[in-house]
Every structure is written in structure tokens, then in C-alpha cells.
């Protein structure tokens, strides 16, 4: 447990001096290892899966802000509209208009990002440019769209991953022109957010470096 809270020290000290806010992912991890850094200052935990999102909110601290951060398919939307901070990972329309509807039986309005497909993998999800172009706020009233996430190629080669920031910081800031109240950009995770950080992120998602390396459970 003191590991942990070493651990996620360490990073925080680094984020800070760059203005940037931490998302601690807490996927597969327990009760006691999420406590270990709300205890000393976390707020923010996300998560990747409904059902398991669902149970730990249950469970913890009513202040936690959780973000849901996985792909989120249309008909689990319902389960977190009462309570979720933010929705990191909304990538259709039709995705942010079950959100708007979720949002108006709640009454509330849920903040989410616009996930923008940056990498070169076709197995991640997301808005491209035109599409993110056609995007209208206004359509969504029960919904606040905070800014932008993206996710990186997985790989080594370094060019790669900063030229796929580097190109949703361009996106974001022509976003934030139509929309003034989009001020957050989520990138970078584990693997690459100090280079997501020179590129302009003003949030990270960072699980294995503060919990260690997640393993799912046995069934």
C-alpha cells in the first residue's frame, strides 16, 4: 500500500508543476488500493467497465468523482447518468444523444469529451475531423461537452505518438473556438503521457504507474 501512495506522489509532484490533472485509473483494482489515494488526496478514479464502475461507486466515498473512460455501449448509458463526473469516451452521435436523453430523466446535465480516432489502429474508437466538425452543442441540452479525448498508437516509436497529439491539439483548440467552455484535453496514458504533456494535455489517465500493472481477475 505505501508503494501506491509513493507511487502516486511522485506523479502528482510531476503533474503539478505542469498544470496538469490526473485521472487515477482504478480498472480491476480494490477497494483498499483506491482508498490508499483518495485518503491522501485523489478525487478523480476511472474506470473502464459499467458494471464494475456501478459497484465501486456503491462502495466508496460520495465525493469521488468518477470518470468513465472505456467504450460505453448505448444501453449501459442509463446505469451511470445519475452519478458520473465525466464520460471520457463518447465516439458516435448516437452514443451523445442517449447521453442527452439519460441526462434529461435525470435531471442533469452529464459532462462528457468527444473521443477523436487519432491512431493508427482500427480497433480504436472515435470522431474524425469532418465528423467532429458537424458537432452542434446545441443539439444536446442535457449534455456539457468538455473538450476532446484521444488515445495514441500503441508503439514504440515516439515521432508517432507525438505527431498523433500533436494533430488533437490542433483539433481541440479549432473546437474550442465554436465552443468556449470545452477547456479539458484528455491524452496520454501510462506509456506516453509526458510526451501527451509537451503536446498540450491538461489531463492523463495513468493506472499502472500508480497501482502497478492491472491483471483481471479470475472468473
Request: glycine share 2%; hydrophobic share 35%; charged share 30%.
Given at each position: 500500500?505505501?508503494?501506491i501512495e509513493e507511487n502516486y506522489r511522485r506523479i502528482r509532484k510531476q503533474l503539478d508543476k505542469n498544470n496538469v490533472s490526473l485521472v487515477a485509473v482504478s480498472k480491476f483494482?480494490?477497494?483498499?488500493?483506491?482508498?490508499?489515494?483518495?485518503?491522501?488526496?485523489?478525487?478523480?478514479f476511472g474506470e473502464n467497465y459499467v458494471q464494475e464502475l456501478v459497484e465501486k461507486y456503491?462502495?466508496?466515498p460520495k465525493d469521488i468523482r468518477w470518470h468513465f473512460i472505456g467504450h460505453l455501449q448505448s444501453n449501459k448509458v442509463k446505469q451511470l447518468a445519475p452519478?458520473?463526473?465525466?464520460?471520457?469516451?463518447?465516439?458516435?452521435?448516437?452514443?451523445l444523444t442517449e447521453i442527452n436523453n439519460q441526462g434529461e430523466k435525470n435531471g442533469r446535465i452529464i459532462s462528457c469529451l468527444l473521443q477523436v480516432h487519432i491512431a493508427v489502429e482500427e480497433t480504436k474508437y472515435?470522431?474524425?475531423?469532418?465528423?467532429?466538425?458537424?458537432?452542434?452543442?446545441a443539439d444536446f441540452p442535457f449534455v456539457q461537452i468538455k473538450g476532446l479525448m484521444g488515445m495514441a498508437t500503441f508503439t514504440e516509436?515516439?515521432?508517432q505518438v507525438q505527431?498523433?497529439?500533436?494533430?488533437?491539439?490542433?483539433?481541440?483548440?479549432?473546437?474550442?473556438?465554436g465552443n468556449p467552455r470545452s477547456t479539458i484535453l484528455s491524452m496520454g496514458m501510462s506509456n506516453d503521457f509526458e510526451i501527451a504533456i509537451t503536446q498540450g494535455s491538461n489531463m492523463v489517465r495513468i493506472g499502472s504507474l500508480i497501482f502497478g500493472e492491472?491483471?483481471?481477475?479470475a472468473s
Open positions: 500500500m505505501h508503494l483494482k480494490s477497494k483498499e488500493d483506491i482508498t490508499s489515494i483518495y485518503n491522501v488526496g485523489q478525487y478523480d456503491s462502495a466508496l452519478f458520473i463526473y465525466l464520460i471520457h469516451s463518447v465516439d458516435s452521435v448516437k452514443l472515435g470522431f474524425d475531423e469532418e465528423e467532429l466538425e458537424n458537432i452542434e452543442p516509436n515516439t515521432n505527431d498523433e497529439f500533436k494533430k488533437l491539439h490542433r483539433l481541440f483548440e479549432l473546437f474550442k473556438m492491472r491483471s483481471q481477475p
